[in-house]
């Protein structure tokens, strides 16, 4: 099983023969089920998040084969239920491409964008889906959610026109959250809230993912903050022991070096 492939094909089929063998033979993937690997799928796949935001190449390539691997381990496992198999998965998401894209497979015009999740949407309607929200997963991160939420009331029409008028909601909803805090209410969850979904919103209207976004600050934040503990520590101090003005002075100099 050393020899690599050049195509594509031969490639995907000496996976498959892998994890066939894996199977019988590895105490480890004998015992795997489908829900033992999930959370294993769900951590995989912030790695391959974290390699795109570093725009690491080879890692991404990794990353990639890892989770093409519990592709191919979720339909063996299904496959020895007899429930469906690899050339059901792959069949079902073709039918499903042609299926949503019948301005290339049809006589359906969409030039935009906008037009084909319009498109999307409907399809998805009319092949019995209640409502256009049941397509996003309940345990998505509630910011990842919030966007998908947005995103697919978009698809429908239910959406502001401008980015000036989101601006504008996230002001007003950054006051009701001020009142609600000055008043000690009960509600502060609720407004607190609203203001990250609106600024999740306006976000989307400017052209930023929110999630790489914030990840990026805390990626920010962890470099300059172990500058501080670095620096503070060739000084023969203690952050515990310095004031915030003092603390605040690095973080300046962190500014600019990281």
């Not at 999307?120 to 919030?146: F, T, Y």
Request: with cysteine.
């Amino acid at each position: 099983m050393t020899n690599k492939n050049t195509s594509p094909g031969a490639a995907f089929e000496r996976l498959i023969a892998i994890m066939d063998e894996l199977r019988e033979k590895c105490p480890w993937d004998k015992k795997q089920t489908l829900n033992t690997l999930r959370y294993l799928t769900i951590e995989e796949t912030y790695e391959l998040a974290d390699a795109i935001l570093e725009k690491d190449m080879e890692s991404i390539k990794g990353e990639l084969g890892d989770l093409m691997l519990h592709l191919v381990f979720y339909s063996k496992i299904a496959a020895e239920k007899q429930a469906f198999d690899m050339v059901d998965v792959l069949n079902t998401v073709c039918e499903k491409l042609i299926e949503r894209h019948p301005h290339i497979y049809g006589d359906v015009e969409a030039t935009t964008e906008e037009e084909v999740k319009a498109n999307w949407e409907k399809i998805k309607l009319r092949s019995g889906k209640k409502s256009v929200l049941e397509g996003v997963p309940k345990s998505l991160p509630a910011m990842v959610k919030a966007t998908r939420i947005q995103e697919k009331a978009r698809g429908v029409g239910f959406d502001w026109d401008h980015k000036e008028q989101v601006l504008k909601k996230v002001k007003e909803e950054i006051e009701e959250l001020h009142c609600e805090v000055q008043a000690g209410s009960d509600r502060i969850e609720d407004e607190l809230g609203d203001v990250l979904f609106s600024v999740i919103n306006y976000s989307r209207f400017i052209g930023i993912d929110p999630e790489s976004a914030l990840e990026r600050t805390n990626k920010k934040f962890i470099k300059r903050f172990q500058y501080l503990e670095k620096e503070v520590k060739k000084k023969g101090q203690s952050l515990d022991k310095m004031t915030l003005e003092e603390m605040d002075e690095i973080w300046e100099d962190a500014k600019g070096k990281t």
